[in-house]
């Protein structure tokens, strides 16, 4: 009976220490840079329309100064065009850039800086192996836009390897990204310059510039700080 006890006392103990383990979220790098690769998809139910699209996106992050630029190429494969485009977001001054075909908008950013940690509310679906490492991987939904998203990040230093999110219909969106190249520096701040012939006063926009933005859905923005 008392083996029995300190046996129980022992699994209970032990599946507790898991428990807050694997319920801990973790945050990445203040400062990376990286190549995403993303598949994404679309489909309208209303218009009965779907869409494919791939996308190769040299993205730069720097939360101390709150800047974030992405290069992007895409390839829509519905339409059949390729388009370069450069964003520049500069978070501390709510402004935002968008140069493609040689042309600049400097826009007014109405979003917060998206932020390097997984959600308080993800839930953790364990450790997963993949050939040469391990990834933790997460599962957040967002209940104000049904976007679903799944992590898998590093598990010493918690920086993105995978991601992938659906949307709620009618319009919805698929996206898968993989994380290549991950360094902890920023090898050319000039990413972050807008370039000379872009305009001074802004426009106004609404809703997302980032694709891969999603990686931090708006719910976890409380935790950015948590760095610091
Ligand atoms: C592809 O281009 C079409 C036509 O411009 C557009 O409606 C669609 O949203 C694009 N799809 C993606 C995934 O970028
Ligand atoms: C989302 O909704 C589910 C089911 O209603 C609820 O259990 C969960 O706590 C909600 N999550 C958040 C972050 O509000
Ligand atoms: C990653 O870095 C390697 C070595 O520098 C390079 O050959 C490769 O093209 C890079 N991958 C991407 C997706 O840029």
């Known amino acids: 009976m008392k083996t029995c006890i300190v046996l129980c006392f022992c699994v209970v103990h ?3 220490v898991y ?22 998809g679309t489909y309208s139910r209303t218009q009965d329309f779907a869409s494919l699209a791939y996308a190769t996106s040299r993205v730069y992050y720097d939360y101390d100064n709150k800047l974030v630029a992405v290069k992007e190429r895409r390839l829509n494969e519905t339409a059949g065009i390729t388009t370069d485009t ?6 501390s001054e709510a402004t935002s850039y968008i140069i493609e075909n040689g042309r600049c908008q400097r826009l007014q ?9 997984i959600p308080d509310q993800a839930v953790s679906l364990g450790t997963h192996k993949y050939p040469g490492f391990d990834a933790d991987i997460w599962f957040v939904k967002d209940n104000d836009t049904g976007r679903a998203t799944r992590y898998g990040v590093t598990i010493d230093s918690c920086m993105f390897l995978t991601e992938s999110y659906i949307t709620k219909g009618p319009e919805y969106t698929y996206v898968s990204s993989l994380y290549e190249n991950m360094t902890q520096t920023i090898d050319d701040p000039s990413v972050f310059i807008p370039p000379s012939f872009c305009p001074r006063v802004s426009e106004r926009i609404r809703g997302t510039l980032l694709e891969w933005r999603s990686l931090f859905p708006i719910t976890g923005v409380h935790r950015m700080d948590r760095n610091n």
């Open 14 to 16: 032990s599946l507790s």
């Open 19 to 40: 428990h807050a383990h694997g319920t801990k979220t973790c945050c990445g790098p203040s400062k990376w840079q990286g190549v995403v690769l993303q598949t994404i």
């Open 109 to 117: 950013l109405a979003e917060k800086m998206p932020s390097q940690c």
């Open 86 to 91: 450069w964003k520049i977001m500069q978070y």
